[in-house]
């Protein structure tokens, strides 16, 4: 039997089903004969990541959600990436699908802002294409790399989920090897589907990007942790000092003023996305302080 040239890893919880990602898969890779489809059911992403590219017998291995939809094209455009520009690992978007309602349009608006997604907005939105990318702009739900240089790199670092795709490409980086963000090839998923969950979600992110800092700190890392010393600072500030309304009302006029851009002329989306904009600031403080 040919070896195949692809090997798609998608990690799969109890009670979670791949239906979707599968579907829109076999779509991109109608007439193919030379990929396999790895679906590993467990109770930890990273190390069922980690066991499917032991397994995989592809040259090249590509990391999905069981949730995440392949746009059209996706797949080749990230194989030509790896091949036109030398790198060993492409990525592209991760963006909302099924946007239904004030709340969950404002959650994709917020994410794709980079008042709202500091550093990381490309992970949620079509940004210019980066030929040699960092990790700020990757996301592991829409990933590529090669297979010899995951497994020569060690593969993740199950302590570090749900941020162990940030390390990893640190590593791949400190190994001389180069990223690419091709912003075409993108994955839809769901938002989150209430304020409470949203903030959970933030504040996941953020403790486990401190955590994987305190890991494995790259010359990158510095701005996350400047990022936490300033945002303590503010809230110090805002509820220690005379300064602190002042310093509220500045920050809910620039929130407001960034909601009114985002929103595009949709009145209703302002509160929303002013609100969510609050929420997600504070989730990601308390998060990077847990961490």
Not at 12 to 23: E, F, N, S
Request: net charge positive; aromatic share 8%.
């Amino acid at each position: 039997m040919k070896r195949p040239r692809l090997s798609i890893i998608i990690p799969v919880a109890p009670g979670c089903r791949p239906d979707a990602a599968l579907r829109t898969l076999r779509a991109d890779l109608r007439g193919r004969r030379d990929a396999e489809i790895l679906v590993v059911p467990g109770t930890h992403p990273a190390r069922q990541r980690n066991l499917a590219a032991q397994r995989a017998r592809g040259a090249l291995l590509y990391f999905l959600d069981h949730d995440s939809c392949v746009v059209p094209g996706t797949i080749r455009r990230l194989e030509c990436a790896l091949a036109d520009r030398g790198a060993a690992a492409a990525g592209g978007p991760n963006l909302g699908r099924a946007l239904h309602g004030v709340f969950s349009v404002a959650c994709e608006a917020l994410l794709a802002s980079p008042f709202g997604s500091p550093l990381v907005w490309r992970r949620y939105a079509r940004g210019p294409a980066v030929a040699a990318a960092r990790e700020t702009s990757l996301i592991l739900c829409n990933l590529m790399i090669r297979r010899e240089t995951f497994l020569d790199l060690g593969g993740f670092d199950p302590r570090l989920y749900p941020n162990e795709e940030n390390e990893m490409l640190n590593r791949l980086r400190s190994a001389g090897w180069r990223a690419a963000y091709v912003p075409s090839a993108a994955v839809t998923k769901p938002r989150a589907a209430t304020p409470a969950r949203f903030a959970r979600e933030t504040f996941r992110y953020a403790r486990g990007r401190m955590r994987q800092i305190w890991g494995g700190a790259a010359p990158g890392d510095a701005v996350f942790v400047g990022a936490l010393v300033a945002a303590l600072a503010f809230a110090w500030a805002v509820i220690a000092t005379p300064a602190g309304p002042w310093l509220a009302g500045a920050y809910a006029a620039l929130a407001t003023a960034e909601a009114v851009r985002l929103a595009r002329g949709r009145r209703k989306l302002v509160p929303a996305i002013t609100a969510l904009m609050g929420v997600r600031h504070a989730a990601y403080a308390v998060g990077r302080s847990w961490g």
